[in-house]
């Protein structure tokens, strides 16, 4: 969301915005820890070097500030950034505590997300980046397109930014630094792994974990449908081929186009694949984009935000009942989303007594939230005043769609068009079609003569 408000930051003030990143130098040495019930004492260091050096004379020395080691550090460094961005006037995101906004008049000039001692900042032309150059001691700074500074890199995702704005991220250093398969799985028993080799099943899907929940949502399916009760050499040779194929599309990036934030709506796809994973269960994909609400009828720019892949809690005994879960599960997300979203732009808090993330939220948010479902049973359902439906856990959830976004709220689209298909079944045809639609991410909620993206018909699967 931040690299959203970058993105788009000409629409709320005048000129491009800035991006940095940065990282707090000896952050783990700031801050007043809490008080201690007990004195906390440590023994000093005994090696040669310190030795020769004659540092530390003393056995022991007692602790009276903040040092890495400690269990509450991090969470004594969290508390000093807070007070001085507070005393800095910025204000505290009541979903994220680490995301601090800055507004001059009523207008948002300025993000700041901490992750740990890291920061991502951007900030608009107008506003004076020297209140947060002094408000820390900084090991590094890198403003992008400063000192020829062409690409930030913020917990391993590469960002960088176009002249129109536009930004890119992916993880191709990540990825091209990860090992391919080291183990023929031709020979090896038709068992369940064991030993090192369930270790190197794990090691793969480690890596395909990090890289699927951060910028590649197209290998969420094999990254988690490889994963079962019993693992034998064939799911460890489908976690080679998804790092093959990771490999082959190493560049391929999450776009983040420039939107009317004035005017966002959200939009969140749902879907299900009945009965494919371990145990019958069904794999649920949902993928949240970011666009505006001329998208009813015209195609407009999407910036996605938020995708899952995994599959339902329970062993669900219709296509109804998977499609309500993906879809509510959607639902949920994208009212989420929207009330991020919201408060950053607006700064009203979306967070107040007893406020649910329900219908009442998306309206106090401002930020219409619209459903995707390829499912027209569901659709049907959803438009009844009383649905008539047999299984009654699957009712709960149509019910509390509608509770979530309302009747109108949810729009049906065939399935060629559900951008969370690739999210639920092994199928490189429509990995290639997501891949697709990231690097030009644009959205149309109703049938027209123009093209969203153009299917690309492939006959090879990587993943078999």
């Known amino acids: 969301l931040l690299l959203v408000v970058c993105s788009s930051g000409a629409n709320i003030t005048t000129g491009r915005w800035r991006l940095a990143n940065a990282d707090v130098k000896s952050a783990f040495l700031q801050g007043k820890p809490e008080p201690r019930r007990e004195r906390l004492f440590m023994k000093s260091p005994r090696d040669p070097i310190i030795q020769a050096a004659g540092v530390w004379p003393a056995d022991y020395y007692e602790v009276t500030g903040n040092i890495y080691g400690l269990a509450n550090a991090s969470w004594t460094f969290c508390t000093e950034v807070m007070r001085r961005m507070k005393e800095r006037d910025f204000d505290q995101h009541s979903l994220d505590p680490m995301l601090f906004m800055h507004r001059d008049m009523g207008i948002l000039d300025c993000l700041i997300l901490f992750h740990v001692d890291d920061a991502l900042i951007t900030w608009s032309p107008d506003f004076d980046i020297k209140v947060i150059k002094d408000m820390f001691v900084w090991g590094s700074w890198h403003q992008l397109h400063e000192e020829g500074c062409s690409a930030l890199v913020f917990t391993g995702r590469e960002i960088r930014q176009q002249e129109n704005g536009t930004i890119r991220v992916n993880q191709l250093k990540y990825i091209l630094s990860t090992q391919l398969g080291k183990i023929d799985t031709k020979g090896l028993p038709d068992e369940e792994l064991c030993g090192p080799l369930k270790t190197e099943f794990r090691s793969c899907i480690g890596s395909l974990q990090y890289v699927a929940g951060s910028t590649r949502p197209d290998i969420c399916a094999p990254t988690s449908l490889s994963q079962k009760s019993k693992v034998g050499p064939q799911e460890l040779q489908q976690a080679y081929n998804a790092m093959l194929y990771l490999h082959d599309t190493a560049d391929v990036c999450i776009v983040i186009p420039p939107i009317n934030l004035s ?31 001329r998208a009813m009828s015209q195609v407009c720019p999407a910036c996605p935000v938020d995708w899952r892949g995994c599959r339902t809690q329970r062993v669900v005994r219709s296509t109804l009942a998977g499609e309500a879960i993906a879809c509510d599960t959607g639902c ?38 619209k459903s995707i479902t390829d499912c027209r049973s569901l659709y049907d359902a959803l438009q009844k005043v009383a649905p008539s439906i047999d299984e009654k856990r699957t009712l709960i959830d149509v019910l509390g769609i509608k509770e979530t976004v309302g009747r109108d709220g949810v729009n049906w689209m065939p399935t060629d068009k559900q951008l969370a298909d690739a999210l639920t079944k092994i199928d490189f045809n429509l990995s290639m079609k997501l891949v697709q639609w990231l690097g030009r991410p644009a959205l149309c909620l109703r049938k027209t003569s123009e093209e969203v993206s153009t299917p690309v018909q492939v006959n090879e699967d990587p993943f078999v």
């Open 332 to 369: 949920d997300h994208g009212v989420y989303v929207a009330s991020m979203l919201s408060e950053i732009i607006n700064g009203q808090s979306v967070v107040r007594g007893h406020t649910t993330y329900t219908r009442r939220a998306t309206t106090q948010c401002h930020i219409e939230v």
């Open 263 to 293: 005017n966002a709506m959200v939009v969140a796809y749902g879907d299900s694949s009945f009965a494919n994973a371990d145990g019958c269960k069904t794999q649920v994909g949902i993928l949240i984009a970011i666009t505006e609400r």
